[in-house]
Nanobody
Framework: QVQLVESGGGLVQAGGSLRLSCLDTGSDFSISALAWYRRAREKQRELVAEITVGGSTNYADSVKDRFTMTRDNAKNMVYLQMNNLKSEDTAVYYC?????????????????WGQGTQVTVSS
């Protein structure tokens, strides 16, 4: 059974930093693409960042040059380093995964989801 567990959320002042972590258990992590999504209050869920099996990354325009997504295949972990946080980054952040056949392909959808971790940025 695939389980994704996020951690690292919290309250931070605008301009500060947080690092989110996600532990992936029960899947073949080495062939999984992963993503971070977020959902702000009264808004739709949006893609924040994603990473392929091969390590290529893709970011939402709103977080480019501020957020960095990385993966550690030895630990089955994926991270989201968030710098220069803004109040509009306040949301619940979710980790998601999808098993892939190709190292540098992007999934059409993500199959497994974590429970989310709250990030609140005060202005």
């Amino acid at each position: 059974q695939v389980q994704l567990v996020e951690s690292g959320g919290g309250l931070v002042q605008a301009g500060g930093s947080l690092r989110l972590s996600c532990l992936d258990t029960g899947s073949d992590f080495s062939i999984s693409a992963l993503a971070w999504y977020r959902r702000a209050r009264e808004k739709q869920r949006e893609l924040v960042a994603e990473i392929t099996v091969g390590g290529s990354t893709n970011y939402a325009d709103s977080v480019k040059d501020r957020f960095t997504m990385t993966r550690d295949n030895a630990k089955n972990m994926v991270y989201l380093q968030m710098n220069n946080l803004k109040s509009e980054d306040t949301a619940v952040y979710y980790c998601a995964s999808a098993l892939m056949d190709f190292d540098y392909a992007w999934p059409s959808e993500y199959d497994y989801w974590g429970q989310g971790t709250q990030v609140t940025v005060s202005s």
